[in-house]
């Protein structure tokens, strides 16, 4: 599996003009699944505001892009328990960035199928972080009616990815499509 930090779906059928589209942002690759391709860039910055400038006025670009997620906190993982293992360190890493706020985990899986529940899987690292805040002194609330941030992970076969994404940034990044 490639090294990378966004993932992105596509419209079926569409890959060349979505590769017209990333290739100045970074190397870019097919996946294994249908319609989702990898992205490695140096500027997620730089690649959210550019994009969200073309989307804004480019129906046909608009219309290539299913959702585009960065995840600036990558690794590669080989079982469910090692899964589990590396998202919970860098999770308690970012717990601080959560403390007093209301959240969601939301895990977006490709692979593992059958091995990684998704719904256990959120609910474990949900419980993580509140855990961890309650530690800080500052519980966070876990709630799936907008939310101050929502907690990305995106995998793509044995690689993932987590970010935190704030209401302000869900609101001026559309494309990022979380939930």
């Known amino acids: 599996m490639s090294d990378w930090n966004v993932v992105v779906t596509i419209a079926s059928g569409r890959y060349s003009q979505a590769l017209d589209l990333l290739t100045p942002f970074g190397?870019?690759?097919?996946?294994?699944?249908?319609?989702?391709?990898?992205?490695?860039t140096e500027d997620i910055p730089g690649l959210l505001e550019a994009l969200r400038q073309v989307l804004a006025v480019d129906p046909v670009a608009a219309a290539l892009i299913g959702k585009l997620i960065p995840c600036p906190q990558?690794?590669?993982f080989n079982s469910p328990q090692e899964f589990m293992t590396q998202a919970g360190m860098i999770?308690?890493?970012?717990?601080?960035a959560l403390a007093g706020q209301s959240f969601h985990v939301r895990l977006h899986r490709r692979g593992f199928k059958g091995r990684?529940?998704?719904p256990q899987?959120?609910?474990a690292l949900?419980?993580?972080l509140l855990a961890a805040t309650t530690g800080l002194?500052?519980?966070a609330q876990v709630t799936f009616s907008d939310p101050q941030i929502i907690v990305a992970l995106e995998t793509v076969g044995t690689r993932a990815g987590?970010?935190?994404w704030d209401r302000e940034q869900r609101l001026k990044y559309p494309f990022l499509r979380l939930d």
Do not use: H
């Not at 097919?30 to 992205?39: G, I």
């Open 27 to 40: 190397q870019v690759r097919r996946s294994d699944f249908y319609n989702v391709l990898t992205l490695r």
């Open 74 to 76: 990558t690794f590669t």
């Open 91 to 96: 999770l308690a890493s970012l717990a601080p």
């Open 116 to 118: 990684i529940s998704t």
């Open 121 to 123: 899987t959120e609910q």
């Open 126 to 128: 949900d419980d993580l």
């Open 137 to 139: 002194g500052r519980p």
């Open 162 to 164: 987590i970010a935190l």
